[in-house]
């Protein structure tokens, strides 16, 4: 039998509610891990969200559709690092997982093991001030850090 994968061994923590596994809506994750590509993706479930990456650790690729929300209503929004408008507003959790599925780049394949991805930065921030040279998480999504000012660019595959 094959060892599992860091993304199969996440889902099944969360699923089966592990000590040290992260928690999120259950009604959501269970619609999530139905999908097929879903399930292929890292799952991160964090303050009522439930985000998808490409990689197994922090930085996270943050470049994927993600729902928000409980068993009643879920939206999804566009990935960070485009503007924060809803994909989709009160969908069942397994509608909301279908949206997410059918808003995925072809790209999205299993998650390289690790940290976040080479990209280039998105092209939409509202973030100005001194930076330190490193990309950062914001609400309006990642941006890329420069010596003076934050600058934007496109979202990369």
């Given amino acids: 039998m094959a060892e599992e994968t860091v993304v199969e061994k996440t889902w099944r923590g969360i699923l089966e509610k592990h000590p040290g596994a992260r928690r999120g809506e259950p009604a959501v994750i269970e619609a999530a891990y139905a999908e097929p590509r879903l399930r292929a993706l890292f799952p991160f479930p964090s303050h009522g969200a439930l985000s998808f990456h490409r990689n197994t650790q922090d930085p996270w690729s943050n470049d994927l559709p993600f729902i928000v929300g409980d068993e009643e209503s879920c939206t999804v929004y566009a990935p960070l690092g485009v503007p924060q408008l809803p994909l989709g507003e009160s969908l069942t959790p397994q509608e909301a997982a279908a949206l997410v599925v059918a808003r995925l780049p072809l790209t999205a394949a299993r998650p390289s093991t690790g940290r976040g991805l080479h990209r280039r930065p998105p092209s939409t921030s509202t973030m100005v001030g001194k930076t330190d040279g490193r990309r950062a998480p ?9 010596s003076g000012q934050v600058v934007g660019g496109e979202v990369g595959a």
């Fill in 138 to 146: 914001t609400r309006e999504g990642l941006v890329q850090r420069t």
